[in-house]
């Protein structure tokens, strides 16, 4: 065992006892992939601002604001005021709500590419409510997407996320490599009478941050369109980019948009947006999609999304992006003066660090793999608490102040791991 291993044992002896009776009922003793890491996760206690408290009460400054849902960190007092309104009203009623309207409304007039707006419950079933759509649309089954892209747990996107096509088990998803246009196109050509849509992130959130050109998304949206698909792009991770959606920054235009995260203010929620003659499909007067869903739209999933959306101004966009930008500069300081290798990916207020001289491919495989693990767990030793796979996110709250703090933090945490690693 590691020194920084047996550090993080020794500081969390609480999230290590809750290990053992949450996996008497649940498996692995979680119930969200993307958290777990070994030894075992941390269990939470509180969270406010930047700040999140285990059980132990270790306290840490958060760069993961809930795989970037939390666009204003926790317990948001506006978002707070506003759900406090709402929550002594009733929490989920049989028919509409104003804010949801409200919301729909903000969506539809910010997202250019935006007609009608549907709520769901997350950006998982926002995905396959798009598809649900599309293969309505156009009568067809199969869907192409990048290989290890990511929308969701559903069997026809893991199945890209995991590069398990061509088999029996995925008949009907068909993958091509990120941010290649060619392939897309050869793919579009062979089987374009077979796929009812084409999915893509605007970035890649789950595979390392990888972007592509404008022209790499036009391409294939032209080529979509020659074969008579859907373009759905999914903005769950990326609407955070710009007041529009990083689309707007791409200067794109997609038949449908998927959203998610940052739309809900922290409560659960997703979305799908789009084209009139295509979201009119699920219109139960004309009977094409029977779309429904308890808890679609709340009041207080929504009254909390307005504040949230309503609060990602431009100037917010611009002032996260430059911290960002100085986040990653003091990284790779830190990271060179202690002989470690380091590279990242950064798009506005993302990034995606890796402990090697050159930026890997979209890949779920990593070669720095046990050094970024160390770091994971020598972060949460300094407090400091991202996602395990090198995913850094800021949210509109972190002062310059808790920046720079992070990145002392983050020159310890690099100490700690070369010294590991020399060790």
Not at 89 to 97: D, L, V
Not at 139 to 157: I, N, P, Q
Not at 209 to 216: G, I, K, T
Request: hydrophobic fraction near 45%; glycine fraction near 10%.
């Amino acid at each position: 065992m590691s020194v920084i291993e047996a550090a993080y044992i020794a500081r969390t002896p609480k999230s290590a006892a809750m290990g053992p009776r949450a996996q008497k009922v649940m498996p692995a003793g979680d119930t969200r992939a993307a958290g777990f890491h070994t030894p075992y996760p941390l269990t939470i206690a509180s969270a406010t601002g930047v700040t999140l408290t285990d059980i132990d009460g270790n306290e840490y400054l958060d760069l993961s604001n809930n795989f970037t849902s939390l666009l204003h960190g926790h317990a948001y007092q506006p978002i707070v005021d506003a759900v406090s309104r709402v929550i002594g009203t009733g929490t989920a009623w049989p028919a509409r709500n104003n804010t949801q309207v409200e919301l729909a409304e903000l969506i539809c007039e910010r997202v250019p590419s935006i007609d009608l707006v549907r709520f769901c419950n997350s950006g998982s079933e926002a995905n396959m409510l798009a598809l649900h759509v599309a293969r309505t649309h156009t009568g067809r089954h199969k869907v192409l997407m990048a290989r290890f892209g990511y929308h969701g747990s559903h069997e026809a996107f893991e199945a890209g996320y995991f590069g398990n096509t061509g088999d029996k088990a995925w008949p009907h998803t068909i993958i091509a490599p990120w941010g290649d246009a060619d392939a897309f196109e050869t793919e579009l050509e062979k089987h374009g009478d077979e796929i009812a849509a084409v999915f893509l992130e605007a970035a890649m959130g789950a595979s390392g941050l990888v972007q592509a050109s404008p022209e790499f998304f036009q391409r294939v949206i032209d080529a979509t369109h020659r074969a008579g698909a859907v373009f759905v792009l999914d903005e769950v991770i990326t609407l955070r980019l710009s007041t529009g959606g990083h689309q707007v920054n791409l200067g794109i235009n997609p038949d449908l948009t998927t959203l998610g995260k940052i739309i809900g203010g922290g409560y659960p929620v997703g979305a799908v947006g789009g084209r009139a003659d295509l979201m009119s499909l699920l219109d139960p007067t004309r009977g094409r999609i029977f779309h429904s869903g308890t808890f679609n739209g709340n009041p207080v999933t929504t009254a909390a999304g307005v504040v949230s959306f309503n609060h990602l101004t431009s100037d917010a966009v611009t002032r996260m992006g430059a911290q960002a930008e100085r986040l990653e500069r003091s990284l790779a300081e830190s990271a060179a003066g202690v002989g470690l290798p380091f590279s990242c990916r950064r798009v506005g207020s993302l990034l995606n660090v890796y402990f090697s001289d050159v930026l890997p491919a979209a890949s779920l495989a990593r070669e720095d793999a046990e050094t970024m693990r160390l770091v994971h767990l020598a972060g949460m030793n300094r407090g400091l608490y991202f996602a395990s796979r090198g995913l850094l996110v800021l949210s509109t709250v972190m002062s310059d102040e808790n920046l720079a703090e992070m990145c002392s933090r983050f020159d310890a945490v690099f100490a700690d791991v070369a010294a590991e690693i020399s060790s």
